[in-house]
């Protein structure tokens, strides 16, 4: 499979939207509690504003058709400046999807690798992540890309 990873455009926007919907509806199935069930999850704005953001990056893939059929929202972080915390910057994956028709055929292998070597010559500390504990095919997917459990936020219904 021929897979080229860029830098999203404002052109991308209605590609990226079909992902973003199809993840949306996934955690509004599983934690309904939490997220609610909208028409259009990633607005136009929202795209260009993150596209505008020095600290955010969307990274996309594409086919040999030139269709997007993956992406990943990266943002860059920093510790907050408390004496107790050693200063850190770090890149922060806020959203990775490849579409259900290609999944399990390494795209979404290729792109993690691309996103850590952007952090990488960024010069950051780190990637992190955070995945829903109901998502077992994504901690799979990137344990199995060397990430390990750095914390757990716990919840008590009430």
């Not at 609610?36 to 990633?42: G, R």
């Not at 292998?109 to 950051?124: E, P, Q």
């Amino acid at each position: 499979m021929n897979i080229k990873i860029r830098e999203a455009t404002q052109n991308d926007y209605e590609s990226i939207s079909t992902l973003v919907k199809e993840v949306h509806s996934l955690h509004v199935k599983n934690r309904p509690d939490v997220y609610a069930d909208v028409d259009n999850p990633f607005t136009e704005e929202r795209f260009k504003e993150i596209l505008d953001d020095d600290k955010t990056k969307i990274f996309v893939a594409e086919d040999c058709n030139n269709e997007i059929i993956a992406y990943s929202i990266i943002e860059i972080m920093t510790t907050r400046n408390i004496p107790i915390l050693i200063q850190r910057k770090f890149a922060y994956i806020d959203d990775l999807c490849v579409s259900s028709n290609h999944r399990r055929k390494g795209v979404g292998r290729m792109l993690f690798r691309h996103i850590v070597d952007y952090a990488k010559k960024s010069g950051y500390d780190a990637l992190e992540l955070t995945v829903w504990e109901f998502n077992s095919d994504a901690i799979k997917f990137y344990e199995g890309l060397g990430m390990t459990t750095r914390n757990r936020r716990m919840e008590l219904k009430i």
